[in-house]
């Protein structure tokens, strides 16, 4: 009996110990790349702009990249409050683009990173909408927050007001 146990042991600890299963796994990419895991992202530009249309619920955009440490920073910020992934998963149609699309009112101002833009559900760009810089009307940064909150309110207020 003891010599059949000191080889399960023994085999138990090599298959326990493998470099390969010790490393730390990664979680699978999702369509939110950590701006929100609960919420509900649209893969694609037009799949937004169809789905914000039927369901009469403003489509907010995020331009952002991998290696932007700026867009991290929003991105960390976005993710932590409370209100905005509420807003977010109950108010609004969720895009976000690590790449530009071939639509011009989508950088009215330049192609920067981060940028946030929100379009109607008549696929009007809300240029009103905007944040605190004049030179980058469309970035936030992560003391930004109440803006943006601000911002997301005042999409969803307009939206039933104006439509």
Known sequence: MFQMIVPAIFLLTAVTSNPVTALKKRP???LSRGWGDDLTW???YEEGLYKAQKSNKPL???HHLEVCKYCKS???A???STEIQQMADKDFIMLNLMHETNDKHLAPDGKYVPRIIFLDPSLTVRADIAGRYSNRLYTYEPQDIQLLIQNMKKAKRLLTSEL
């Open 78 to 80: 976005f993710a932590a």
């Open 60 to 62: 907010m955009i995020i």
């Open 28 to 30: 699978p990419q999702t």
């Open 42 to 44: 649209v893969q694609t």
């Open 74 to 76: 929003l991105k960390e």
